[in-house]
Nanobody, 117 residues
Framework: QVRLVESGGGLVQTGGSLGLSCAAS????????MAWYRQAPGKQRELVAT???????DYADSVKGRFTISRDNAKNTVYLQMNSLKPEDTAVYYC???????????WGQGTQVTISS
């Protein structure tokens, strides 16, 4: 069984930075896509950033130029470096892994990120 263990999160002032990490464990098909989602109060979950096994990335328009997603394939770990944080970045951030074999989606438990103004 695949498990995603997140670390990071907390309260940061506007303009500050915060780094999140998520380590995947279990029987993992290495050629996978990992991502970060977030869900703010009263809003549906949205995709923040994705990264493929080969390192190709994609970002939501709202975080381009501020957030950086990266991964360490040897450690099955994905990172999200968040800079120039804004109050609208406040949300629960979820780690995500898309497995090709077996085809399935795995989610972390979520970690709260709060940006104070």
């Amino acid at each position: 069984q695949v498990r995603l263990v997140e670390s990071g999160g907390g309260l940061v002032q506007t303009g500050g930075s915060l780094g999140l990490s998520c380590a995947a464990s279990g029987s993992i098909f290495s050629r996978n896509t990992m991502a970060w989602y977030r869900q703010a109060p009263g809003k549906q979950r949205e995709l923040v950033a994705t990264i493929t096994y080969g390192g190709s990335t994609d970002y939501a328009d709202s975080v381009k130029g501020r957030f950086t997603i990266s991964r360490d394939n040897a450690k099955n770990t994905v990172y999200l470096q968040m800079n120039s944080l804004k109050p609208e970045d406040t949300a629960v951030y979820y780690c995500y892994l898309r497995s090709n074999y077996p085809p399935y989606d795995y989610w972390g438990q979520g970690t709260q990120v709060t940006i104070s103004s």
